[in-house]
T-cell receptor, first 114, second 120 residues
């Protein structure tokens, strides 16, 4: 099976712009979680989707949003980018909901905001 | 809220030697999972080992083993016969077994990580 894929791998944007990141989970996985990783804050949970519904949301401003499609692919969007949004954005998928199932991570999208 | 603490920001080990990475966590729950994830430089995060809290036996995966002390809320990772390929960031993570979607902290609560260097 192919692993979790994320596109694009690298992205450079300027302040005020918006960005959309994409995540394709492992085939058959219905749960997708997003994390932001920075040197200072470590790994922080953004949100989780299961069967096209957002099940969980972390403590991030409303500029961060996401969605999941019927094929389980997920996108996250960040509007009005700020310098502090520069980070590695990780997507993880699992086969079952909630507490069951290991999470498999993608390679991440490195976002740089100038 | 649950917290995970990794008190060693950086560790170093000689190739072929053994190293132990520390992790403590705080929870009022009795049923949960603990994980160690490895993130090599510029590479994907992968699961190294997992431990179910209800199991008293410590998990082992080849050269990787854990010392799970439930009462002390401690979950250390031991890497035996260290190899150059073990150099990476190691993250300890907690997942509740009783709250399906984890709440605002999400399914996996991570520590800050320990950067492991392996000297040839």
């Amino acid at each position: 099976k192919a692993g979790v894929t994320q596109t694009p791998r690298y992205l450079i944007k300027t302040r005020g712009q918006q960005v959309t990141l994409s995540c394709s989970p492992i085939s058959g996985h219905r749960s997708v979680s997003w994390y932001q990783q920075t040197p200072g804050q470590g790994l922080q949970f953004l949100f989780e989707y299961f069967s096209e519904t957002q099940r969980n949301k972390g403590n991030f401003p409303g500029r961060f949003s996401g969605r999941q499609f019927s094929n389980s692919r997920s996108e996250m969007n960040v509007s009005t980018l700020e310098l502090g949004d520069s980070a590695l954005y990780l997507c993880a998928s699992s086969s079952t909901r909630g507490t069951q199932g290991e999470q498999f991570f993608g390679p991440g999208t490195r976002l740089t905001v100038l | 809220a649950q917290t995970v603490t990794q008190s060693q920001p950086e560790m170093s080990v000689q190739e072929a030697e053994t190293v132990t990475l520390s992790c403590t966590y705080d929870t009022s729950e009795s049923d949960y999972y603990l994980f160690w994830y490895k993130q090599p430089p510029s590479r994907q995060m992968i699961l190294v080992i997992r431990q179910e809290a209800y199991k008293q036996q410590n998990a082992t995966e080849n050269r990787f083993s854990v010392n799970f002390q439930k009462a002390a809320k401690s979950f250390s990772l031991k890497i035996s016969d260290s190899q150059l390929g073990d150099a990476a960031m190691y993250f300890c993570a907690y997942r509740s077994a009783s709250r399906p979607f984890g709440g605002s902290q999400g399914n996996l609560i991570f520590g800050k990580g320990t950067k492991l260097s392996v000297k040839p």
